[in-house]
DNA sequence: CGGATTTGACCGGCGC
DNA sequence: GCGCCGGTCAAATCCG
């Protein structure tokens, strides 16, 4: 991990629900400085968010009370010239030096879901199970699907973000005793997926890490405002968004060669969409952007 | 009854 | 090679 890093946008948000819950969230997006052309890793960011909190807060320079501003989300290459907001794709080869152990990509996975429960070689052994999801190609390295985490103040854990997910599995999580959750948007063909845990240091954060990209609009049949309140002319993005972790995968999604600065105005945009339009199932407030370029090892 | 969740087993990667 | 670990599968169960 690099010792300098930029946060070239941050902003703090909070949002009172109409059930009453409240959350507040930090993010910014932070890009390495010192090694122009191998990026920061965003995945190894992650990988260490969900490992260690302590790492990241260390990685981010941040203190031990900031548990709750957020990690690394887009990757950005700062090269020699002009910083560019770099798409964070599967197939983009960033993370080399990175734990891959974690990842997977969407081809495979979900895939690898229809391979046949029950098939020829199984070889007499009729455990349900066993041996049958041996699909994994060995070759082709795994890819990683973009990914993207933050953490947020809130007493529930699966936060309402205006799509529809199904809950696959729960882990332990390795020395906290709040355990995680794997969801997979329940869209058709959508390889969207996401993890959320509370953190162990500040029970009262969620990390939330999402992985893919939506290849569809809100659920139209999903609270209908969620979808409402995003239209395309004031919201000039491919995909509607109605959190700001949304906007971010959006605005790292390879097709919109989006540059630093496209990233801003649209970020900007967000800010003064969100601050007029209020979404019906909640109360935007207090979003405080900070200088761009800050600089904060 | 169908869809969502739970939960233990399984898999592959990785470190030792 | 073995054990650990994160992630996923899928049967069982729950629930509207």
């Avoid at 909190?53 to 900031?66: D, Q, T, V």
């Avoid at 979900?110 to 020829?120: A, G, I, R, T």
Wanted: charged fraction near 25%; proline fraction near 6%.
């Amino acid at each position: 991990m690099s010792d300098q890093e930029f946060r070239d946008f941050y902003y703090h948000a909070s949002t009172t629900f109409n059930n009453g819950h409240h959350v507040e969230s930090d993010m910014f997006r932070v890009s390495s400085a010192d090694h122009p052309s191998s990026y920061m890793s965003f995945t190894g960011c992650l990988q260490t968010s969900m490992d260690d909190y302590g790492s990241l807060e260390k990685a981010f320079g941040l203190s031990p009370s900031s548990s709750e501003v957020f990690s690394p989300m887009i990757k950005q290459q700062v090269g020699g010239n002009s910083s560019e907001v770099m798409a964070i794709t599967p197939n983009s080869s960033f993370s080399s030096s990175s734990n891959e152990a974690a990842g997977d990509c969407e081809e495979d996975s979900d895939n690898n879901k229809n391979k046949q429960p029950k098939e020829s070689d199984d070889g007499g052994k009729e455990s349900p199970k066993k041996g049958n999801k041996t699909g994994k190609k060995k070759g082709g390295r795994k890819q990683k699907e973009a990914r993207f985490a933050f953490m947020t103040k809130s007493e529930v854990d699966h936060l309402e973000d205006g799509y529809r997910w199904r809950k696959y599995g729960q882990k332990a999580v390795k020395n906290s005793p709040y355990p995680r959750s794997y969801y997979r948007c329940t869209t058709q063909k959508c390889t969207v997926k996401k993890r959320v845990e509370r953190s162990y240091q500040d029970p009262s954060t969620v990390i939330t890490t999402y992985e893919g990209q939506h290849n569809h609009p809100l659920p139209t049949t999903l609270r209908g405002n969620v979808a409402a309140l995003l239209q395309p002319s004031m919201f000039p993005l491919p995909a509607t968004t109605s959190f700001p972790h949304e906007l971010f995968m959006q605005m790292a999604a390879p097709h919109h060669h989006m540059n630093n600065q496209a990233g801003a105005e649209n970020f900007s945009h967000f800010q003064q969409y969100h601050q007029h339009q209020v979404p019906d199932y909640g109360l935007l407030q207090d979003m405080v952007p900070s200088g761009f370029l800050k600089h904060e090892p």
